[in-house]
């Protein structure tokens, strides 16, 4: 049972434009959710997160929205650049040191 | 600041040979340690996690085992290797006091002919 899905194996947006990736939950108990950055062959970075008390947290380019009642959260990246074309990973938890992680959505920045 | 190293950043074994891959961070103390394995076009796979010295616990039954000699330092390791167990390895961890973030290193891909 995946609690954490993200339905779009891949996402191709034009360079400048907006990317919007989306993830969605099945368990409510969840309380911070996260995005993260993986090019191959290297480790997942950080990118952004969000607490549940919150619905939008922003931090440059990159800015998370949470719908608690749709249980979706989503990641928009502002304008898209070259170097944005990475898989995207949405990682949930109930603060209870595991991460429970969607299967990734390949993004493409085309120029 | 804090820093994760993984070796080796690559190996290639034969099925059945033994395998030990290590994971070290510098610059923390009694992180949480994490080790992760991403098939190709998977998403990634909790294998096994620990909160202590001598702490594992264990998500996936498996042909893996993970060990925590020292506060910083997380071995995975297997006596026997097998062909499903090729794959993209992840080490992370996470502070106690710092939130849910994890960071992970640079990992290490096995391939197991």
Redesign the interface.
């Known amino acids: 049972d995946q609690q954490v899905k993200q339905n779009s194996p891949s996402l191709s947006v034009q360079e400048g434009r907006i990317s919007i990736l989306n993830c969605d939950y099945t368990n409510s108990m969840f309380d911070?959710f996260?995005w993260y950055k993986k090019y191959p062959?290297?480790?997942?970075?950080?990118l952004i997160?969000i607490s549940s008390i919150k619905d939008k947290n922003e931090d440059g380019r990159f800015t998370v929205f949470l719908n608690k009642s749709a249980k979706h959260l989503s990641l928009h990246i502002v304008p898209s650049q070259p170097g944005d074309s990475a898989v995207y990973?949405c990682a949930a938890?109930e603060?209870n040191?595991?991460?429970i992680?969607?299967?990734?959505t390949k993004l493409i920045i085309k120029p | 600041s804090q820093t994760i190293h993984q070796w080796p950043a690559t190996l290639v074994q034969p099925v059945g040979s033994p395998l030990s891959l290590e994971c070290t961070v510098e610059g923390t103390s009694n992180p949480?340690l994490y080790w992760y394995r991403q098939a190709a076009g998977?998403?990634?796979q909790?294998l096994f996690?620990s909160?202590g010295i001598g702490q594992i616990s264990s998500e996936v039954p498996q042909n893996l085992s993970a060990s925590r000699p020292q506060d910083r330092q997380f071995i995975l390791s297997s006596k026997k290797l097998l062909l499903s167990d090729s794959g993209?390895y992840?080490c992370?961890w996470?502070g106690l006091a710092g939130?849910?973030?994890?960071?992970?290193?640079?990992?290490t891909?096995l391939t197991v002919l």
């Open positions: 911070y996260l062959a290297e480790g997942p970075t950080f997160s990973f938890t603060s040191y595991q991460l992680w969607g299967a990734g | 949480n998977r998403g990634l909790l996690y909160v993209f992840l992370a996470t939130g849910n973030e994890q960071f992970f290193g640079p990992g891909r």
